[in-house]
C-alpha cells in the first residue's frame, strides 16, 4: 500500500469490492486475490466474486432491464453522457489508477480521455441507432411491415483484458444505450478502472442494476457467463472463452446469443454496429384495410 | 341442421385435382456437386416417398462426410476463382434469372412440392413457389447495393455457407437460404431434408440450365449425418440452418468459439392472443391459418391460442364450427386445405402428443370430416383444459394441434404469452391500435403478426428471440448473415 509522496500522513487506502444492484458488496464467498503493484507491493486486495455473486448480479439486471428499455432514448443518452460528466470529472483519479496498474503516464492519460469520449460517442447514438437499422418492409400484400430493434435483454460481458477502461466503457456504453442491462467482469490483471468506474455509474444517476460490474478469476467464472439460463448474450473480448469446445460451447444452453469482440482494436471501436450486436429485429405486419 | 350449415350435403365439393401428367420425374436423382449430378461415393441410394399415397416417387443421393467434402471445397473453388471475383451487378444479373425460370416453371414445382411433402397444392402453387421465386428476385438487387445495406461499412463475403433446410417449406426454404448467400458473393452447400429432397433437386437442373458458374450451387441430399458432416466440415464459413431447437443446440455446442459463423431457425410455440374487442369471426380465421397452414408444419404456427374468458365460449363454438369445414385430404386436389402430414415418423409424433395431451388430462376435440385411408393425415385437433405446464402447451409438436387458454387481463395474457422458451413469433387480435402496440412490443417474439397471421414475404426479416434462434433471414437485415462488415480501423 502506497503512502502520500507529498506529506508523511497515511493515504486512506480503497477497499475494492463488488458492484451490483447498485451497491457495492464483498463477495458473499469471502474470497480475494491480492493485487500487486510495482516492485510487488500490495495494491489492493480485490472481491473475487464467485457463481454465486454472478447469479446475484443477473437477477439485478433481468430486475432492472425492463424499466430500463421502457426508458426514453433521450433519457438514457443523458444518462450515458452524465457518466462522461462524472468521468471527465474524475479523469485525474482514473489516470493514476490505470498507472498504478502498470500503463505509463501518457497511455494511461489518452484511454481515461478515450474512454470519456466514447460514451459521449454512444450517447448521442441513443436515439439514432434506431433509424439507422430499422425498416419499413415493401411486402406485397396489403400490409404495414416494420422491422425495428429491441434490446436482447441482459448481457453479459467478458471485458477485455488489456484495456482495462476504454474496452470496459465501449461493450457497457454499446450495450445500454440500446435497452440492455449488464454484468460485466472487469479485466483480471487491471481490475480496479472498473471497480472506480461502478463508483462514477453510481453517482452519474445510471438506476441500480442496470450495470453490474464484477472481479474475479475469468478461469472461473467462463463457463457460468456462458451457460446461464437468463442471460441473453455474452460479448467475449478475448480469445480465451472462446476456443473451441471452451466454455462458449454452455451459450448453446439457451441459444444465447454470442458477440466475439476479441479482434476488435478499443482504440478506433466507436461504431454503432456494436450497439447492433446485442439488439434482436422484431417484425410486426398490420392489415392496411381496403 | 339448416340449409346453409357448412357442414351439409350441399357444401361438398367435387374433386378438383391438380393435373400430374406434364411433371417429369426421374427415376434416380444424384448429387449436384460442382455443376454436374454424380453419384455418391458409397451408392448408397434412399427412397422419398409420397406422403398422401406412401408410394415411392424417386430415388436420392445419399451423402457421406467425403461427399460433403468434395462440395465444400467445389464451393470453395467457385467462390474464389468466379463467383467472389464476378462483378456484384452481374451476380445479381444470375439471380434475377433464376427468379424467372422458377416463375416460368411455377406450377411444376408446386405440384412436384405437393407430391413429395403432402402440402395442399394451393399453398405450393400460392405460397411457396411464389415467394421462392420473389426471394431471389428481391435479394438479386442487393447485389450492388451492399453498401447501402451497411452504412459506413465495406461488407465483404464470408466464403463457403453450408445450409441445411427443413421439410415443411423445401424450395422456399432453399431460395432463403441460397439468394442472400448468392447476392453476397458467398457460394453454397445446401443440404435438403431426406424426406424432401425434390425441388432441391429440380432447382439443382434449373441452376445448371441458368448457367451459373460450376460450383456456386452444390446441393447435397442425405439425412442427419450428412447435415452433421457439413456442420463439422472445418472448410465452411458459415453454417446455416433452419429446424428444431434440438438440433440448433448441438449446432451451436460444435461451432460456438470457432470461426464458423452460424445463424438458426428454430422451433416456436407461438401465442395467439385474442382480445374480448378482436373482430371475431376475423380472429377465427386467423387462428385456423395459424395453425392448420401447411398442416401445422411451421415454426412459427400459431399453436397457443390465448382467448380473453368474456369471448372464450363464442369463439370456441365458431372456432369448432369452422373447423369442421376443413378438407383433409389429397394435398393435389385444389379444395383441400390440410394435405398430408409430411412422412410417417411425423405423423407417429403428432399421434404421440395427442395421447399424451389426453393422459395429462386435457379434452380433446378433433373435427370428424373424412379422412383417407391410405397416407398419412391427422385431423385438425385442439386441446381445451390446458395449463402452462401442460407440455403440449410447453413443447412444439408441429402438426394441426391447437392448445387453448384463457386469460382476464392484459398482464395475465402477455404472461402466458411470454411463458416459453421459444420466441419466434405472436399474433395479437383486437380492435385497439393501442393495445396492439402494447402488447406486439412486450411479447418476446421476432414476428408479430396484429390482426392478421402467417404473412411472409422477401422484404420482411424473419427470425427469432430467445431459444427459436439466431440471426435474421430475409429484408435487408437477412443479408447481415452473410457479411463480414469489414471497416476502417474498427475491425481485424
Known amino acids: 500500500m502506497s503512502r502520500d509522496k507529498e506529506s508523511p500522513r497515511l493515504r486512506v487506502a480503497k477497499t475494492y469490492k463488488l458492484f451490483i444492484g447498485g451497491r457495492f ?62 468521468l471527465e470529472d474524475r479523469s485525474s483519479q482514473f489516470a493514476a489508477e490505470l498507472r498504478e496498474q502498470g500503463r505509463s503516464q501518457a497511455r494511461s492519460r489518452a484511454e481515461v480521455q478515450a474512454s470519456i469520449d466514447r460514451l459521449v460517442y454512444f450517447a448521442g447514438w441513443a436515439d439514432k441507432y434506431q433509424q439507422v437499422f430499422s425498416s419499413v418492409n415493401p411486402v406485397a400484400s396489403s400490409h404495414f411491415c416494420f422491422s425495428l430493434l429491441e434490446p436482447m435483454g441482459v448481457v453479459a460481458v467478458m471485458a477485455p483484458e488489456r484495456s482495462a477502461l476504454l474496452g470496459l466503457v465501449t461493450n457497457i456504453a454499446a450495450a445500454i444505450i440500446g435497452g440492455n442491462t449488464v454484468v460485466a467482469l472487469a479485466s483480471e490483471s487491471r481490475p480496479l478502472s472498473a471497480i472506480s468506474f461502478a463508483e462514477v455509474l453510481q453517482a452519474g444517476d445510471v438506476p441500480a442494476g442496470v450495470v453490474n460490474v464484477l472481479t474475479g478469476y475469468r478461469a472461473e467464472l467462463a463457463e457460468h457467463f456462458a451457460s446461464h439460463m437468463d442471460v441473453n448474450a455474452l460479448v467475449c473480448c478475448d480469445d480465451d ?50 | 341442421m339448416s340449409d346453409n350449415d357448412p357442414t351439409s350435403e350441399t357444401w361438398q365439393y367435387a374433386a378438383a385435382p391438380e393435373a400430374t401428367d406434364h411433371i417429369l ?150 431460395a ?147 373447423m369442421a369445414t376443413l378438407v383433409v385430404g389429397d394435398p393435389l386436389d385444389k379444395n383441400t386445405d390440410i394435405g398430408a402430414i409430411n412422412s410417417r415418423e411425423q405423423w407417429q409424433r403428432i399421434q404421440r402428443y395427442l395421447e399424451l395431451g389426453v393422459d395429462e388430462g386435457a379434452s380433446l376435440y378433433q373435427t370428424d370430416s373424412p379422412i383417407p385411408e391410405r397416407g398419412y393425415y391427422c385431423a385438425p385437433s385442439l386441446f381445451t383444459g390446458v395449463s402452462q405446464s ?51 412490443s412486450q411479447l418476446r417474439a421476432g414476428v408479430i403478426w396484429a390482426n392478421t397471421f402467417n404473412k411472409f414475404d422477401p422484404t420482411a426479416p424473419f427470425g427469432g428471440y430467445k431459444e427459436s434462434g439466431v440471426g435474421r433471414e430475409g429484408g435487408l437485415h437477412g443479408l447481415d448473415a452473410y457479411v463480414e462488415l469489414g471497416r476502417r480501423g474498427a475491425r481485424r
Open chain 1, 241 to 290: 472463452v472462446l476456443p473451441p469446445e471452451g466454455p462458449a460451447t454452455g451459450t448453446a444452453n439457451n441459444i444465447k446469443r454470442l458477440v466475439d469482440r476479441s479482434a476488435l482494436d478499443w482504440r478506433s471501436s466507436a461504431d454503432p454496429y456494436l450497439i447492433r450486436e446485442t439488439q434482436e429485429t422484431k417484425t410486426t405486419w398490420h392489415p392496411i384495410a381496403s
Open chain 2, 25 to 174: 420425374l426421374d427415376e434416380r436423382y444424384e448429387l449436384f456437386i460442382g455443376g454436374r449430378f454424380v453419384a455418391p461415393r458409397k451408392h448408397d441410394y434412399r427412397e422419398t416417398v409420397n406422403p398422401a399415397t406412401e408410394d415411392s416417387l424417386a430415388q436420392w443421393a445419399a451423402a457421406d462426410s467425403d461427399d460433403i467434402d468434395t462440395a465444400v471445397k467445389a464451393a470453395r473453388k467457385a467462390q474464389r476463382s468466379t463467383w467472389g471475383k464476378m462483378k456484384p451487378a452481374e451476380r445479381g444479373k444470375y439471380l434475377f434469372r433464376i427468379a424467372r425460370m422458377i416463375q416460368e416453371r411455377a406450377r411444376e414445382f408446386a405440384v412436384i412440392e405437393s407430391m413429395d411433402g403432402g402440402k395442399p397444392i394451393r399453398e405450393s402453387r400460392d405460397v411457396d413457389v411464389p415467394l421462392a421465386a420473389a426471394h431471389f428476385f428481391y435479394y438479386a438487387g442487393w447485389a450492388d447495393k451492399l453498401t447501402y445495406a451497411f452504412p459506413g461499412t465495406d461488407p465483404q463475403p464470408l466464403g463457403v455457407a453450408g445450409q441445411i433446410i427443413p421439410w415443411n417449406f423445401p424450395l422456399l426454404m432453399a
Open chain 1, 25 to 86: 458488496p464483498r463477495s458473499e464467498s469471502g474470497r480475494y486475490f491480492a493485487l500487486a503493484g510495482s516492485g510487488g507491493k500490495l495494491t489492493a486486495n480485490v472481491s473475487r466474486a464467485s457463481r454465486k455473486d454472478f447469479r446475484d448480479a443477473v437477477v439485478a439486471a433481468r430486475a432492472a432491464q425492463s424499466a430500463w428499455a421502457a426508458s426514453s432514448a433521450y433519457l438514457r443518452g443523458q444518462i450515458v453522457y452524465r457518466i462522461a460528466e462524472m
Open chain 2, 176 to 322: 432463403w437460404k441460397i439468394a442472400p448467400a448468392l447476392a453476397t458473393g458467398n457460394t453454397v452447400v445446401l443440404k435438403p431434408a431426406e424426406t424432401t429432397p425434390l425441388t432441391a433437386l429440380k432447382l439443382a437442373e434449373l441452376v445448371q440450365e441458368a448457367d451459373l458458374p460450376a460450383g456456386v450451387v452444390n446441393v447435397v441430399t442425405g439425412d442427419g449425418t450428412a447435415g452433421a458432416a457439413l456442420v463439422a466440415n472445418g472448410g465452411i464459413d458459415k453454417l446455416a440452418f433452419t429446424g428444431s431447437t434440438a438440433v440448433g443446440r448441438e449446432i451451436q455446442q460444435r461451432l460456438a468459439g470457432t470461426t464458423t459463423r452460424y445463424t438458426l431457425e428454430l422451433g416456436g410455440k407461438a401465442a395467439n392472443i385474442v382480445f374480448a374487442d378482436a373482430a371475431i369471426d376475423e380472429a377465427v380465421e386467423g387462428i385456423v391459418n395459424a395453425i392448420f397452414f401447411n398442416q401445422g408444419h411451421v415454426c412459427c404456427a400459431g399453436s397457443r391460442l390465448l382467448v380473453q374468458e368474456s369471448v372464450a365460449d363464442e369463439l370456441l363454438a365458431k372456432l369448432k364450427s369452422r
Open chain 2, 390 to 440: 401442460h407440455r403440449v402447451v410447453q413443447e412444439e409438436i408441429f402438426g394441426p394441434v391447437l392448445t387453448v387458454q384463457t386469460f382476464r387481463t392484459f398482464d395475465e395474457g402477455l404472461t402466458k404469452a411470454n411463458n416459453t422458451p421459444y420466441g419466434l413469433s405472436g399474433g395479437v387480435w383486437t380492435d385497439k391500435g393501442s393495445k396492439i402496440f402494447k402488447m406486439s
